[in-house]
């Protein structure tokens, strides 16, 4: 899978915008954008998946600008419950032996009152 | 969450002994992984399986081995748990075809202490 790089943390309040972006510039051709999110005490929930320009999900949107090199999530009007870490995961297994999916530190969004 | 179970959910060890935790799947989805996660630190991935009978290690293999008899059983074993593997281990699937083998199911995670 390809090499994602994210902010380690990110602070915003309720109500307003979050944007997410995830780097990865070895994104080959036939590879997929995929997001999770994680609350403490819980596995990781996928919440979107992408592969080129908008998607968009009752969760949040997901932005991919043409070289695919970079991904931006898009969580609208945060609220407190939307404190958690996402993930950005960028690939596809190859091959059976080699489905290995690995995920990167993530992004530690606190949102506050 | 639903089609994916671990068991037991807690265990409380000591060091030396051997444990195994359970991940019981009813997708009949082809790809299972373990991975393990420390406070304050992402996933990593120990083992994972492509089939009956088809593993191969991730990340941080050492100390553990894992075994998929059928399709819906994927067991991972500590032989000689020592206080390092004191974690939480996530079991997750996948059906594993184009995009979706990204998208990975999560079980609740099994908590384990090592004393």
């Known amino acids: 899978l390809a090499k994602t790089t994210q902010p380690i943390s990110m602070d915003s309040y309720e109500g307003q915008e979050v944007n997410i972006t995830c780097s990865h510039n070895?994104?080959?051709?036939?590879?997929?954008i995929t997001w999770y999110q994680q609350f403490p005490s819980q596995g990781p929930r996928f919440i979107i998946q992408?592969?080129?320009t908008k998607v968009t999900n009752e969760v949040a949107s997901l932005f991919i600008p043409a070289d695919r090199k970079s991904s931006t999530l898009s969580l609208p009007r945060v609220s407190l419950s939307d404190t958690a870490v996402y993930y950005c995961?960028?690939?596809?297994?190859?091959?059976?032996?080699?489905?290995?999916?690995?995920f990167g530190s993530g992004t530690r969004l606190s949102i506050r009152p | 969450d639903a089609g994916i179970t671990q068991s037991p959910r807690h265990k409380v060890t000591e060091t030396g002994t051997p444990v195994t935790l359970r991940c019981h799947q009813t997708?009949?989805?082809?790809?299972m992984y373990w991975y393990r996660q420390d406070p304050g630190h992402g996933l990593r991935l120990i083992h994972y399986?492509?089939?009956?009978?088809?593993?191969d290690k991730g990340e941080v293999s050492d100390g553990y081995s894992v075994s998929r008899s059928k399709t819906e059983d994927f067991l991972l074993t500590l032989e000689s748990a020592t206080s390092s593997q004191t974690s939480v281990y996530f079991c997750?699937?996948?059906?594993?075809?184009?995009?979706?083998?990204?998208?990975?199911?999560f079980g609740a995670g099994s908590r384990l202490t090592v004393l």
């Open positions: 997708e009949n989805h082809r790809y």
């Open positions: 399986s492509y089939g009956v009978k088809d593993t």
């Open positions: 995961l960028v690939g596809v297994p190859r091959s059976s032996s080699a489905s290995k999916i690995i």
């Open positions: 992408g592969y080129k």
């Open positions: 997750a699937i996948s059906a594993g075809q184009l995009a979706g083998a990204n998208v990975l199911t």
């Open positions: 070895n994104i080959a051709t036939n590879d997929y």
